[in-house]
């Protein structure tokens, strides 16, 4: 890599004011009123309870960085030293040990006007104990486990033990309990969990038969409730039974040579072919697909049959033979032959092996109509090899709605499966929506009261985020709380297993119809605070320079609250690794922790309607971690780059002035806020540019390499960077009103980074050289490589509104001191100065003396 360097990072200091003043903290803990917004760190395990000695490290040093709050993250997961537990017990009994270092480090973070954020549930392991059934200890996932705790009396019981335990709890070190302390801010309940969630992931068909049974109970009693007698529930409910009719698709058996009107398809670097043969089940006809270069998503290799006319709510039936030279999956839908190429509410998931097996779904039921569907097998794209389909029928026909035996009045109404929700009319499903999320809305508001009205907590609480559960369940707390990570790591065959993982060399600058911003715009709740309280774009990322300059910028166009990168550190030991440690952690990341910078709030609204009964109907084309949001109002995300976006839910009203949802943006290739601040351009494609430019704050993102940009008042120029033309640089007022009338400023200056001795692999796993090609799989697998971090030195000649005699230019050390005088030269009666990778620096101070 040109021009390269490394910084020990633990101690590099940026002289920046506090996002938060001091004397702000003080008038909100008067209770004066003000509005008061968070940039933060997430806090996590071992990292949630250090020393004495690293908590007053780390809390002046998140000071200086502008933190100034801190979540607590997984807490609940471990026994001490790494968690909260006391370790002789099961996970019951708090340890005093943890209690006393967290204590501390709040503490701590309090004097340096820093705030404090707990997480109640994230990742308890809930141990069996005399509390619990066996059957608990059946689900192996913590997450699934916790899942439990919205129906079942014993789990929530429990919670509210916790919640008793850490808030009663008084901090020798600030006199109060938790449930009084004005330095705590925000009590989260539950971390990324909802009932619908777990339904949609399928979590819900797995429970063990007393929890089963136990959910079971509930539904039938929701369902006498409502409906009384059987019989009303059956008309209600519009079951439906039609003998088998005509065979649908053409060449079913695969008898034409040309195999018409099948289509094989192959995009981007996958190759494959598809060919009639003899070798199907006793000699029948068959297709074979042969793959004999994968690509890098699983869509790449389909084949299908399109044109279908079908319809919704009626029952069909689908069968086929399929085999594969070798143990894979794949993946048969049916959907949208057409754009935006939708699901029509089939999509199943099918293990294949190396002899010919039969598979067959009656009582299909899709959510839509469509006269150009397609049958389609799919995701065939990651893995060569050869797959066999034979003998493939659709044919309508098949029972929707209630089975033989069930009965309203003998309580024997089966609980929906996630797998089999096919076989259920609409009103069904709207049923068991109703019923989960009123089951759903009964555990938030009981943890609510509990902590609110019986511990009496003087901190705002919320429940968890937007896509785990929807916007008019979180709309009932003070706070609505969304996540998103663009390119999270993907872990193929085991979760978590850090040798087997992958992320995608992919620019969000690139692609902005993808962009994390659009779904964490699109679940924003009318007159409520917003917060986003994970983001990250997880390294080895090449293009993770972008991350917080992407979030700080349309967080502030959106006026959003809260905003917390995830993570600032996992770990208990090893504060000064001087090289980054895993996907997430910022404490040692240059580049992340080099971007806390702020912008400024949109002028025009767009708000959305989304009442209950919306959000019933349309979980019928959802899916998990999406749930309910604009988006399925028909909101176009891509709006959320030019204005704000708000949801008004259950008993809000649209107010005056605020603009249609219905508008589509004026461009696609062009996003401009109507501040007229901030200019997301890739009208140059693979090359987009992301331009901040306000009176305290200046930066340009992405592919800003060979060229130079005038901005208002001042001009960047950018030599060619290590990542293909990859950078940013970002100017930022410390002192002074702007940059005209500016005394101080701070340059960053990042482009690529990575450990010293680290291997780049693509996925699957081959050595590869730097930088990686945009779009491919890349992993350091579990050789993260030594320190230091090699960060690139970026290469930028600045012009500033001041004159040559007025500015003084330093590099600045690694320890945010003045280091290397930057030499300054007149250009036509202004000041030019020029960013170098011989200063070995990320950061750049300007002084302006006089004008």
């Given at each position: 890599m040109k021009q390269v360097f490394h910084l020990n990072f633990l101690i590099l200091i940026l002289r920046v004011?506090?996002?938060?003043?001091?004397?702000?903290?003080?008038?909100?803990?008067?209770?004066?009123?003000?509005?008061?917004?968070?940039?933060?760190?997430?806090?996590?395990?071992?990292?949630?309870?250090?020393?004495?000695?690293?908590?007053?490290?780390?809390?002046?040093?998140?000071?200086?960085?502008?933190?100034?709050?801190?979540?607590?993250?997984?807490?609940?997961n471990r026994n001490a030293p790494d968690g909260i537990w006391q370790s002789s017990s099961l996970d019951r009994t708090l340890s005093t040990a943890?209690?006393?270092?967290?204590?501390?480090?709040?503490?701590?973070?309090?004097?340096?006007?820093?705030?404090?954020?707990?997480?109640?549930?994230?990742?308890?392991?809930?141990?069996?104990?005399?509390?619990?059934?066996?059957?608990?200890?059946?689900?192996?996932?913590?997450k699934d486990r916790a899942l439990v705790g919205f129906f079942d009396p014993a789990f929530l019981s429990l919670q509210k033990q916790y919640a008793y335990d850490l808030l009663i709890h008084i901090n020798p070190y600030t006199g109060n309990s938790y449930c009084k302390e004005p330095a705590l801010a925000f009590i989260e309940i539950n971390n990324e969990n909802g009932l619908v969630q777990g339904f949609l992931q399928g979590k819900l068909d797995k429970l063990p038969p007393y929890y089963e049974k136990e959910l079971n109970t509930l539904w039938n009693n929701w369902l006498k409730k409502k409906y009384a007698t059987h019989g009303l529930l059956k008309r209600a409910w519009h079951s439906i039974t039609l003998e088998g009719g005509a065979e649908i698709l053409a060449d079913n058996d695969f008898s034409n040579p040309e195999l018409y009107p099948w289509i094989l398809e192959e995009h981007e670097q996958a190759q494959a072919q598809a060919a009639n043969t003899t070798d199907g089940p006793d000699n029948s006809a068959a297709v074979k697909i042969e793959i004999s270069k994968s690509s890098s998503e699983?869509?790449?290799?389909?084949?299908?049959?399109?044109?279908?006319?079908?319809?919704?709510?009626?029952?069909?039936?689908?069968?086929?033979?399929?085999?594969?030279?070798?143990?894979?999956?794949?993946?048969?839908?049916?959907?949208?032959?057409?754009?935006?190429?939708?699901?029509?509410?089939?999509?199943?998931?099918?293990?294949?092996?190396?002899?010919?097996?039969?598979?067959?779904?009656?009582?299909?039921?899709?959510?839509?109509?469509?006269?150009n569907a397609r049958l389609n097998f799919t995701n065939m794209g990651l893995t060569t090899g050869t797959v066999w389909i034979s003998a493939v029928t659709l044919t309508e026909g098949g029972s929707l709605g209630l089975k033989p035996h069930e009965n309203l009045e003998q309580g024997t109404i089966e609980s929906v499966r996630f797998k089999a929700s096919q076989r259920h009319t609409n009103e069904t499903l709207k049923d068991w929506y109703d019923f989960l999320l009123q089951t759903e809305e009964q555990y938030w508001q009981s943890m609510k009261h509990y902590i609110v009205d019986t511990l009496k907590t003087e901190s705002i609480v919320f429940g968890t985020v937007i896509g785990c559960s929807t916007p008019n369940l979180m709309a009932q707390f003070d706070v609505v709380d969304t996540h998103a990570y663009w390119q999270h790591p993907v872990f193929p065959n085991r979760p978590w297993d850090n040798a087997d993982w992958y992320?995608?060399?992919?620019?969000?600058?690139?692609?902005?119809?993808?962009?994390?911003?659009?779904?964490?715009?699109?679940?924003?709740?009318?007159?409520?605070?917003?917060?986003?309280?994970?983001?990250?774009?997880?390294?080895?990322?090449?293009?993770?320079?972008?991350?917080?300059?992407?979030?700080s910028a349309y967080g502030a166009l959106q006026d959003w609250?809260?905003?917390?990168?995830?993570?600032?550190?996992?770990?208990?030991?090893?504060?000064?690794?001087?090289?980054?440690?895993n996907y997430f952690d910022i404490d040692q990341?240059?580049?992340?922790?080099?971007?806390?910078?702020?912008?400024?709030a949109a002028n025009k609204r767009i708000v959305v309607p989304l009442k209950d009964q919306d959000e019933i109907a349309k979980m019928l084309n959802t899916y998990a971690w999406r749930l309910v949001d604009g988006r399925s109002m028909g909101l176009d995300p891509l709006l959320a780059l030019t204005h704000r976006i708000e949801l008004a839910t259950q008993g809000s009203y649209i107010p005056a002035g605020a603009l249609s949802y219905k508008l589509s943006p004026q461009s696609k290739d062009s996003f401009v806020s109507d501040t007229k601040q901030i200019i997301w351009d890739v009208s140059n494609e693979h090359r987009g540019v992301l331009t901040v430019d306000t009176a305290h704050t200046k930066y340009i993102v992405g592919y800003i390499g060979?060229?130079?940009?005038?901005?208002?008042?001042?001009?960047?120029?950018?030599?060619?960077?290590?990542?293909?033309?990859?950078?940013?640089?970002?100017?930022?007022?410390?002192?002074?009103?702007?940059?005209?009338?500016?005394?101080?400023?701070?340059?960053?200056?990042?482009?690529?980074?990575?450990?010293?001795?680290?291997?780049?692999?693509?996925?699957?796993?081959?050595?590869?050289?730097?930088?990686?090609?945009?779009?491919?799989?890349?992993?350091?697998?579990?050789?993260?490589?030594?320190?230091p971090t090699q960060v690139e030195g970026i290469i930028a000649t600045i012009t500033l509104p001041s004159t040559k005699a007025s500015v003084k230019v330093w590099a600045l050390d690694a320890k945010g001191k003045r280091n290397i005088s930057v030499i300054v030269e007149d250009s036509i009666g202004n000041a030019r100065f020029s960013l170098g990778s011989e200063y070995k620096t990320l950061w750049y101070e300007v002084e302006i003396v006089k004008r």
């Open positions: 004011k506090m996002v938060l003043s001091m004397q702000r903290v003080v008038d909100i803990w008067l209770q004066k009123p003000a509005r008061i917004r968070f940039w933060g760190v997430n806090s996590c395990f071992g990292a949630n309870f250090p020393s004495h000695k690293n908590a007053e490290i780390i809390a002046k040093r998140l000071r200086k960085f502008g933190v100034n709050l801190v979540r607590f993250h997984h807490m609940d943890q209690l006393e270092r967290l204590d501390y480090f709040i503490f701590k973070l309090k004097e340096q006007g820093i705030y404090s954020d707990i997480n109640l549930l994230v990742s308890r392991p809930f141990k069996s104990g005399n509390e619990l059934p066996a059957d608990s200890q059946k689900i192996s996932d913590w699983d869509w790449h290799v389909q084949f299908n049959q399109r044109g279908l006319k079908l319809k919704a709510d009626i029952p069909y039936t689908l069968s086929f033979y399929a085999k594969a030279s070798s143990e894979r999956e794949i993946a048969v839908m049916i959907g949208m032959a057409h754009e935006p190429w939708q699901s029509l509410g089939f999509n199943m998931v099918i293990k294949l092996k190396p002899f010919w097996q039969r598979y067959e779904v009656s009582s299909l039921r899709l959510n839509r109509s469509d006269s992320v995608k060399s992919i620019a969000m600058v690139n692609n902005p119809n993808q962009a994390t911003i659009l779904s964490l715009a699109a679940g924003r709740v009318l007159n409520k605070p917003h917060s986003v309280s994970e983001y990250n774009h997880p390294s080895p990322n090449p293009f993770e320079a972008e991350c917080f300059f992407f979030l609250d809260v905003l917390i990168p995830f993570c600032y550190s996992h770990r208990l030991a090893d504060w000064d690794t001087r090289q980054i440690k990341n240059p580049n992340k922790l080099a971007s806390f910078i702020p912008v400024a060979g060229r130079e940009f005038e901005l208002s008042g001042l001009s960047i120029a950018v030599k060619h960077t290590a990542l293909n033309d990859f950078g940013v640089v970002a100017l930022t007022v410390t002192q002074g009103t702007s940059f005209h009338k500016a005394r101080r400023i701070i340059i960053t200056a990042l482009g690529a980074q990575y450990n010293t001795n680290s291997k780049w692999y693509t996925y699957p796993k081959r050595s590869i050289s730097f930088p990686p090609a945009e779009g491919e799989k890349v992993t350091w697998s579990n050789n993260w490589g030594s320190a």
